[in-house]
Structures are given as C-alpha cells and as structure tokens.
C-alpha cells in the first residue's frame, strides 16, 4: 500500500507512460482494417524483397560490427602498440557522424562518376571496372562503420572492468593470449557485447537515411513509400508494428542471453597486459586506423572539400533559416524531455513502489522504437482524434473545421520525447541517485521544504546532469531524420531534411554543409563521453 505522500507521483508516473503505450496502441489497433489491395500488392512486388533486405543486413550489420567492436576494444584495452594511447578514445569519434552522412559521403567518392574511380581509371584504363558501392555490400559496410561504437564502447569497458588475475591465472595455466581471449575474456565479456550488439541491430532495423541513399529498399523505406506513394496511413502503421515486432524480439534475446551471464567481480586493471612488438604491432596500429580513417577522417575531409567546393555558396536566408529551424526543435524538445523524465526520476525515487517503477520502465521503452514506428502511429492517432473531436468541435464553434493536430508540431515533439525520454531518464536518474537521502531530510528539518527544498537542494547538484541529459537529447533530435522527415509541419525543414532532399538528387557537395553542422554539434556529447571514459582505471 502506498503512502499517501507518495500517490501524487502515481498520475505522473502514468500519464508519462501513457505517452509511450499510445503508439504501440494504435499499432495493434490498426489492424482492425485491412486494405487487401494494397496488402496484396505489397506481396507480389515488394514484401519478399523487404523481408530479404532487412534480414540480410541485421545479420551483416550484426557480424561486422562485432567483429570490428570486439576486436578493437580488445587491442586497445588489454595490447600496448603504437598509437593506442590516441587511438583508444579516438575510436568513439563516429558516434558523432549519422549513418545518413556516412553513406552519401562513400556513395559520392566510391560511385562510378566519383574522383576515386575517375582517378583509377585515368591511371590504369578505363576498362576497369570497381565494385559497385550501391549495393548490399556497400550499405552494410556504412552501418558496420556507423554502428561498431555500441560493441566498441561497452566491450571495451567489459574487458577493462575484468581484472588482471584471471588473465594471469590463464596465462599460468598455459594458455597463450589467443586462447585466453576466447576462453576467459570473450565469454565474460558477452553480456556487454550482446548489448552492444542489440543496439546496433535495433539501429540498423530503424534507419531510413542510409538505405535511402543507397536505394536500398527495407522496412524503413517501405513505410515511407506506403504513406506518400499510396496514401495510406493505416498500411504504413501496419508495416510499421511488424518491424516493431522485429526490434521487441531483438530486446528480448538481447535480455535472454543477459540473464544468464554473471558480471566479472574482480578489481578493474591498472595496466595493458600485452606488449607487441614487430609485425604484431604494425598490424595493430594498422587496423586500428584504417577503421578509425574509414569511419571518420576520410569522411570529414571530404565533407570539408565539398563544403569549400560548392556548399558555402548555399550559406543565405535559406540555411539561415534551416539552422533556426533545427536549433528550436531540438532546444524545444530536449526542454520538454528533460522536465519530464526529471519528473519519473523524483517519482522513482521518493514513491518506489512496484506501479511506479513499471511505469518508468515503459516510459522509457521508446527509445527502442524507430522514429518512422513513431511518426506512423503518432500521426495516425492524431488524425483519429481531429476527424472524431477537433474537426466537429470547430464546427461547433463557427471556426474552419480543419484538422489542427496532424502534421502539426505537437506531434512531432511528442515523437520525440518519446523517442529520446530515456536518454534523458538515465543522466538525471544517476545525478538524483547521488543525492543522499540524509540531505533532503536535514533541509526539511530546518523547515525548507516543496519547492523550497527542490530549488536550493535538488536543483544545483542536478544541473551538471540536468545539462547532460539536454546536450544529449539535444543532438539527437538535431540527427533525427525519419519522424522530422514524416511528420515535420508545412514550411519546418531542417537540417536532416535538407541533407535527405540534397542526397535524393545526387546533389553531394550541397549536402555537405548541413551534413557538416550536424557532425560538429554531435562532437559535443561523443567528447563528454571520451571524458568520462578516460577516468576509467589505467586511463
């Protein structure tokens, strides 16, 4: 039974819930009509190849990734060798680059008419014939690139957090360092690896921009040709629950495998355990920064050129107003989304009962649902609500009769708070947890208590967190493109819009200067997380 203190949190805690359960609401409800036109259509022509396609990248997308996530932190965790001290942080770098930029980026300097095959063909004829890079290999190879930091990172921190003696123990025992990984290291490291791997998946199965650019149809794709190419919302939500049901079961292996893995419990090392020398160090350094070379000095150079080239011609009243555009949405969002997962934070922690946890835990489900799931089933409920209500009540009224919620701009933030609420939760919940009770508790007995309490206790030791929370939703929202692209009001393009509307015409150079403006500001928040990694021990 709760206290009657702690019940003013419950209506909170829900109704923030409530926001997350309506999209999934609305997806099960769409199915209660079904367009055996379009349905079938969608059969014949293009449901085999959707399902292909998408299955066909989770598993690329999910052995590149682990491949190159494991081994780098591996190396750059437990190796000494030439460049690792640099290498080691500078890794994490393409968090900052969308899969969007990385994939015109390669699209434009590895396509046919692109310098790097003009060039091989003025040097060794022009009979030779490059593979193509618009193709499932090419996409793949750009989500492997864009996504490898969630296996990096958190594999990367499992093997830092495992300790010297088991390591050595092996070692004793006669192990040699390979077998010592797969034997010792590797499976301890798996519930880290598995997270970071159901990240990447969940990535790849949400992302519009990339395969777009590579004309590379999936579920993503789909949605949107759905909604624009048919007009047909409640085919696109129906699209839109069967690639939700692809990303719950994704959760819920990631969850599995989780389960039953226990964390290392030894004290974390102070220092590498192997030393390489010669060619093992060489190709170490090598590998190391041919990835980190791939994934984000060659793209930022390039960016940089074609930005010098043609994309500054494009800085007027236009950008201008674009930048305006994409700097409200997101400090309007992130405002919105900060205040309220603040709100779940206080409620976790002054009414911890078992109804208010499971509502924060649902409220913080949406991120695990891709932006165009959320543009779908937002927007269909929205529409619902202005034929139903609004449309009859300005009637009523003596107004216009016209929809006011669809395509307006409370639907847009209200997908992207739901999207990007735990990104803010966990910030503010680890700031909140190092609040000590006995603080609070002292303040009110010297008589300072509500708002009081909350403005000279709570508030200055949460706005180091507070600001985290923000930065990160902030830029999230500024690289968010497939719920900006669908559900943006007439007139509100943005910076992630008007890379997707360059790239659609095979206008690079003029992609490049948003493009670029979006990976400077997403340096913000990958370099607070270098500098918290580097307080790790031996860093």
């Known amino acids: 039974m709760a206290h009657p203190a702690q019940r003013r949190w419950y209506l909170i805690s829900f109704a923030v819930a409530a926001l997350v359960l309506l999209p999934l609401s609305v997806l099960l409800f769409s199915w209660g009509t079904v367009d055996r036109e379009i349905w079938a259509h969608l059969w014949a022509t293009q449901m085999p190849r959707l399902l292909g396609n998408t299955l066909t990248l989770v598993l690329g997308v999910g052995a590149g990734v682990t491949l190159l996530g494991v081994s780098l932190a591996w190396l750059t965790s437990l190796c000494e060798f030439p460049g690792r001290r640099w290498l080691d942080w500078a890794l994490m770098l393409p968090f900052a680059i969308p899969a969007y930029v990385l994939a015109f980026v390669f699209v434009g300097l590895l396509d046919f008419s692109g310098p790097l095959q003009s060039l091989a063909r003025e040097w060794f004829g022009n009979g030779l014939r490059l ?44 192990q040699s ?11 301890m490291a798996r519930p880290a690896i598995g997270a970071g791997l159901a990240l990447a998946i969940m990535e790849t199965l949400a992302d ?12 993503t794709t789909a949605i949107y040709k759905t909604w624009y190419g048919f007009y047909s919302l409640s085919s696109a939500t129906q699209l839109a629950s069967l690639l939700l049901l692809a990303v719950i079961l994704v959760l819920y292996g990631e969850r599995r495998a989780r389960g039953v893995s226990r964390p290392a419990s030894e004290r974390p090392r102070g220092q590498v355990l192997y030393r390489l020398h010669g060619l093992k160090a060489l190709a170490a350094s090598a ?4 990835v980190f070379a791939c994934a984000f000095v060659i793209p930022l150079l390039q960016l940089l050129a074609w930005c010098w080239q043609r994309g500054r011609f494009d ?11 994409t700097l409200y949405l997101g400090a309007l969002a992130a405002l919105l989304t900060v205040a309220l997962a603040l709100l779940l934070a206080f409620a976790r922690r002054l009414a911890p009962t078992r109804p208010v946890r499971s509502a924060v835990g649902l409220a913080n489900l949406g991120y695990a649902l891709p932006g165009s799931v959320l543009a779908v089933s937002i927007m269909l409920a929205f529409s619902h609500l202005d034929r139903q209500l609004v449309i009859p009540l300005s ?24 999207r990007f609420m735990a990104v803010a939760y966990g910030p503010l919940e680890s700031s909140l947890a190092r609040i000590r009770p006995s603080l609070p508790e002292a303040s009110r007995s010297l008589g300072v208590g509500g708002p009081r309490l909350f403005f000279s206790v709570y508030l200055p030791l949460l706005v180091p967190g507070a600001l985290s929370a923000a930065l990160l939703v902030f830029v999230d929202v500024l690289k968010e493109m497939p719920a900006t692209l669908l559900m943006r009001p007439f007139g509100w393009d943005t910076l992630a819009v008007r890379v997707f509307e360059m790239t659609s015409e095979g206008e690079w150079a003029r992609a490049a200067l948003p493009a670029l403006t979006l990976v400077l500001v997403g340096l913000l928040p990958v370099i607070g997380l270098i500098r918290r990694s580097a307080r790790r021990p031996g860093h």
């Open 395 to 418: 009637a009523w009224l003596g107004g216009a009769g016209k929809p006011l919620l669809l395509g307006s701009l409370a639907a847009l933030l209200l997908a992207y708070l739901v």
């Open 177 to 187: 360092p390979w077998q010592a990984f797969w034997r010792v290291a590797l499976p």
């Open 208 to 219: 519009f921009g990339a395969v777009a650019v590579f004309n590379f149809d999936t579920f």
């Open 287 to 290: 590998w190391c920064g041919l």
């Open 131 to 174: 593979p193509r890079v618009r193709s499932t290999g090419g996409v793949i190879i750009v989500l492997v690139l864009v996504f490898y930091p969630y296996v990096y990172l958190l594999a990367r921190s499992a093997f830092l957090a495992q300790g010297k003696g088991l390591m050595e123990a092996a070692r004793v025992l006669g």
């Open 315 to 325: 800085l007027d009243e236009r950008y201008l107003g674009l930048i305006l555009h």
